[in-house]
Protein backbone atom coordinates (compact mmCIF):
# COMPACT_ATOMS: atom_id res chain seq x y z
CA UNK A 1 0.00 0.00 0.00
CA UNK A 2 1.18 3.36 -0.70
CA UNK A 3 -0.79 4.91 1.53
CA UNK A 4 -3.90 8.00 1.30
CA UNK A 5 -1.97 11.32 0.11
CA UNK A 6 -3.78 14.64 0.31
CA UNK A 7 -2.77 17.62 -1.47
CA UNK A 8 -1.85 20.51 -0.55
CA UNK A 9 -0.55 19.31 3.13
CA UNK A 10 -1.54 23.10 4.08
CA UNK A 11 -3.68 25.72 2.61
CA UNK A 12 -3.45 29.36 3.20
CA UNK A 13 -6.54 31.97 2.38
CA UNK A 14 -8.18 34.85 2.84
CA UNK A 15 -12.23 35.11 3.56
CA UNK A 16 -14.37 34.46 0.57
CA UNK A 17 -12.05 32.90 -1.41
CA UNK A 18 -12.39 29.70 -2.96
CA UNK A 19 -10.20 26.49 -2.32
CA UNK A 20 -9.79 22.78 -3.45
CA UNK A 21 -8.12 19.96 -1.63
CA UNK A 22 -7.53 16.28 -3.74
CA UNK A 23 -7.13 13.14 -2.03
CA UNK A 24 -6.05 9.85 -3.89
CA UNK A 25 -7.17 7.07 -1.61
CA UNK A 26 -5.31 3.87 -1.68
CA UNK A 27 -5.29 1.86 -4.91
CA UNK A 28 -8.54 -0.49 -5.00
CA UNK A 29 -10.38 1.12 -2.42
CA UNK A 30 -13.88 2.29 -3.42
CA UNK A 31 -14.96 3.60 -0.16
CA UNK A 32 -13.54 7.25 0.49
CA UNK A 33 -14.52 9.35 3.31
CA UNK A 34 -14.34 12.92 4.12
CA UNK A 35 -13.42 14.46 7.72
CA UNK A 36 -13.32 17.95 9.12
CA UNK A 37 -11.14 18.24 12.92
CA UNK A 38 -11.17 21.18 14.33
CA UNK A 39 -8.34 22.15 17.14
CA UNK A 40 -8.96 20.14 20.17
CA UNK A 41 -11.80 17.61 18.59
CA UNK A 42 -12.07 14.61 17.04
CA UNK A 43 -12.41 14.31 13.02
CA UNK A 44 -16.17 14.66 12.26
CA UNK A 45 -17.78 13.48 8.96
CA UNK A 46 -18.23 15.31 6.39
CA UNK A 47 -19.33 12.86 3.36
CA UNK A 48 -18.04 9.09 1.72
CA UNK A 49 -18.68 7.31 -1.40
CA UNK A 50 -18.55 4.08 -2.72
CA UNK A 51 -16.44 4.36 -6.33
CA UNK A 52 -18.19 7.51 -7.88
CA UNK A 53 -21.44 7.99 -6.17
CA UNK A 54 -21.68 9.69 -2.97
CA UNK A 55 -23.66 8.01 -0.44
CA UNK A 56 -24.47 10.65 2.41
CA UNK A 57 -23.60 13.96 3.35
CA UNK A 58 -22.98 15.28 6.77
CA UNK A 59 -25.37 18.40 8.02
CA UNK A 60 -22.43 19.67 8.54
CA UNK A 61 -21.70 20.30 4.44
CA UNK A 62 -23.29 23.02 4.25
CA UNK A 63 -23.81 24.75 0.37
CA UNK A 64 -20.81 26.20 0.30
CA UNK A 65 -18.81 22.75 0.72
CA UNK A 66 -18.70 20.39 -2.48
CA UNK A 67 -17.12 17.08 -3.04
CA UNK A 68 -16.78 14.44 -5.87
CA UNK A 69 -14.98 11.50 -6.98
CA UNK A 70 -15.79 11.78 -11.07
CA UNK A 71 -13.98 8.35 -11.79
CA UNK A 72 -14.11 6.39 -8.33
CA UNK A 73 -10.13 7.12 -7.55
CA UNK A 74 -9.23 10.33 -6.38
CA UNK A 75 -11.30 13.22 -4.92
CA UNK A 76 -11.68 17.01 -4.54
CA UNK A 77 -13.63 18.69 -1.50
CA UNK A 78 -14.13 22.14 -3.00
CA UNK A 79 -14.81 25.13 -0.65
CA UNK A 80 -16.71 28.24 -1.95
CA UNK A 81 -16.58 31.44 -0.17
CA UNK A 82 -14.29 30.24 2.70
CA UNK A 83 -15.01 31.59 6.12
CA UNK A 84 -12.70 31.67 9.29
CA UNK A 85 -14.74 29.15 10.79
CA UNK A 86 -13.70 26.60 7.54
CA UNK A 87 -10.71 26.62 9.23
CA UNK A 88 -9.58 22.90 9.93
CA UNK A 89 -7.78 19.50 9.40
CA UNK A 90 -9.34 18.09 6.49
CA UNK A 91 -9.00 14.57 6.47
CA UNK A 92 -9.49 11.94 4.27
CA UNK A 93 -9.56 8.62 4.37
CA UNK A 94 -10.41 4.91 2.15
CA UNK A 95 -11.69 1.74 2.86
CA UNK A 96 -11.95 -1.42 1.27
CA UNK A 97 -15.38 -3.33 1.13
CA UNK A 98 -14.69 -6.52 -0.52
CA UNK A 99 -12.09 -7.85 2.39
CA UNK A 100 -12.62 -8.09 6.05
CA UNK A 101 -10.39 -5.95 7.65
CA UNK A 102 -13.12 -3.24 8.27
CA UNK A 103 -10.70 -0.65 8.31
CA UNK A 104 -10.58 3.08 7.03
CA UNK A 105 -6.54 4.24 6.05
CA UNK A 106 -6.36 7.85 7.11
CA UNK A 107 -4.20 10.29 5.02
CA UNK A 108 -2.02 13.00 6.58
CA UNK A 109 -4.82 15.81 6.16
CA UNK A 110 -4.65 18.85 4.60
CA UNK A 111 -4.71 22.12 7.00
CA UNK A 112 -6.56 24.79 6.04
CA UNK A 113 -6.39 28.39 7.77
CA UNK A 114 -8.59 31.31 6.57
CA UNK A 115 -7.36 34.60 7.37
CA UNK B 1 -27.42 7.80 17.02
CA UNK B 2 -23.78 6.70 17.48
CA UNK B 3 -21.93 8.57 19.95
CA UNK B 4 -18.46 8.18 22.17
CA UNK B 5 -17.37 9.75 25.03
CA UNK B 6 -13.47 9.43 26.26
CA UNK B 7 -13.16 10.71 29.75
CA UNK B 8 -9.96 12.77 30.64
CA UNK B 9 -9.04 15.34 27.45
CA UNK B 10 -5.70 15.23 29.32
CA UNK B 11 -3.94 12.08 30.73
CA UNK B 12 -0.48 12.13 32.61
CA UNK B 13 1.71 9.25 33.08
CA UNK B 14 5.30 8.39 34.06
CA UNK B 15 7.31 6.10 31.67
CA UNK B 16 7.14 2.49 32.35
CA UNK B 17 3.48 2.88 34.17
CA UNK B 18 0.37 1.78 33.08
CA UNK B 19 -2.06 3.70 30.48
CA UNK B 20 -5.65 3.71 30.80
CA UNK B 21 -7.37 5.96 28.32
CA UNK B 22 -11.24 5.39 28.78
CA UNK B 23 -13.60 5.49 26.35
CA UNK B 24 -17.48 5.40 26.72
CA UNK B 25 -20.00 4.33 23.67
CA UNK B 26 -23.57 4.44 22.69
CA UNK B 27 -24.94 2.60 19.76
CA UNK B 28 -28.14 1.43 18.05
CA UNK B 29 -26.35 -1.66 16.85
CA UNK B 30 -24.27 -4.57 17.58
CA UNK B 31 -20.58 -1.79 17.62
CA UNK B 32 -17.54 -1.62 15.87
CA UNK B 33 -15.32 0.00 17.64
CA UNK B 34 -11.72 1.34 16.93
CA UNK B 35 -8.85 3.46 18.50
CA UNK B 36 -6.76 5.44 16.50
CA UNK B 37 -3.27 7.58 17.85
CA UNK B 38 -2.72 10.88 16.04
CA UNK B 39 0.46 12.68 16.03
CA UNK B 40 1.47 16.21 15.71
CA UNK B 41 0.37 17.56 12.22
CA UNK B 42 -0.34 13.74 11.25
CA UNK B 43 -3.06 11.41 9.88
CA UNK B 44 -4.36 8.78 12.00
CA UNK B 45 -3.35 5.89 12.81
CA UNK B 46 -5.50 2.54 13.87
CA UNK B 47 -3.97 1.06 16.52
CA UNK B 48 -6.69 -1.47 17.05
CA UNK B 49 -10.57 -2.88 16.82
CA UNK B 50 -13.09 -4.71 17.98
CA UNK B 51 -15.56 -6.15 15.43
CA UNK B 52 -16.93 -9.42 16.96
CA UNK B 53 -15.53 -12.62 18.62
CA UNK B 54 -13.01 -12.29 21.34
CA UNK B 55 -13.72 -9.06 23.68
CA UNK B 56 -9.75 -8.32 24.10
CA UNK B 57 -8.19 -7.08 21.12
CA UNK B 58 -4.56 -6.61 20.82
CA UNK B 59 -3.02 -3.63 18.83
CA UNK B 60 0.48 -2.22 17.76
CA UNK B 61 3.06 -0.81 19.97
CA UNK B 62 1.40 -3.13 23.17
CA UNK B 63 -1.93 -1.24 23.35
CA UNK B 64 -4.51 -3.70 24.49
CA UNK B 65 -8.81 -3.05 24.83
CA UNK B 66 -11.31 -4.71 26.33
CA UNK B 67 -15.18 -4.26 24.76
CA UNK B 68 -17.30 -4.70 27.65
CA UNK B 69 -20.92 -4.70 26.40
CA UNK B 70 -22.64 -4.46 29.90
CA UNK B 71 -20.34 -1.53 30.69
CA UNK B 72 -20.62 0.24 27.26
CA UNK B 73 -16.95 0.61 27.44
CA UNK B 74 -13.99 0.41 25.60
CA UNK B 75 -10.78 1.12 27.61
CA UNK B 76 -7.80 1.29 26.03
CA UNK B 77 -4.43 0.05 27.95
CA UNK B 78 -0.65 -0.68 28.08
CA UNK B 79 1.19 -1.90 30.89
CA UNK B 80 4.11 0.35 30.31
CA UNK B 81 4.54 3.88 28.93
CA UNK B 82 6.88 4.88 26.71
CA UNK B 83 7.86 8.42 25.47
CA UNK B 84 7.29 7.62 22.01
CA UNK B 85 3.43 7.13 23.10
CA UNK B 86 2.88 10.40 23.96
CA UNK B 87 0.01 11.86 21.48
CA UNK B 88 -3.41 12.13 21.01
CA UNK B 89 -5.74 9.40 20.97
CA UNK B 90 -9.16 8.60 19.38
CA UNK B 91 -11.90 6.29 20.16
CA UNK B 92 -14.43 5.81 17.58
CA UNK B 93 -17.83 4.29 17.01
CA UNK B 94 -19.24 2.98 13.22
CA UNK B 95 -22.46 4.21 12.10
CA UNK B 96 -23.10 0.74 11.56
CA UNK B 97 -21.89 -2.85 11.84
CA UNK B 98 -19.06 -2.38 9.52
CA UNK B 99 -16.04 -0.36 9.84
CA UNK B 100 -16.66 0.20 5.84
CA UNK B 101 -19.14 3.31 7.05
CA UNK B 102 -18.58 6.59 8.79
CA UNK B 103 -16.70 6.52 12.02
CA UNK B 104 -18.36 8.85 15.18
CA UNK B 105 -15.13 10.00 16.82
CA UNK B 106 -14.74 11.36 20.71
CA UNK B 107 -13.58 14.37 21.56
CA UNK B 108 -10.16 12.60 22.21
CA UNK B 109 -7.21 12.37 24.91
CA UNK B 110 -3.76 14.16 25.31
CA UNK B 111 -1.35 11.39 26.46
CA UNK B 112 1.64 13.04 27.72
CA UNK B 113 4.49 10.67 29.18
CA UNK B 114 6.72 12.18 31.86
CA UNK B 115 11.07 10.68 32.06
Known amino acids: DTGVSQDPRHKITKRGQNVTFRCDPI?????LYWYRQTLGQGPEFLTY????????KSRLLSDRFSAERPKGSFSTLEIQRTEQGDSAMYLCASSFTRDRRNEQFFGPGTRLTVL | AQSVTQLGSHVSVSEGALVLLRCNYS??????LFWYVQYPNQGLQLLLK??????LVKGINGFEAEFKKSETSFHLTKPSAHMSDAAEYFCAVSASNSGNTPLVFGKGTRLSVIA
Open chain 2, 27 to 32: SSVPPY
Open chain 1, 49 to 56: FQNEAQLE
Open chain 1, 27 to 31: SEHNR
Open chain 2, 50 to 55: YTTGAT
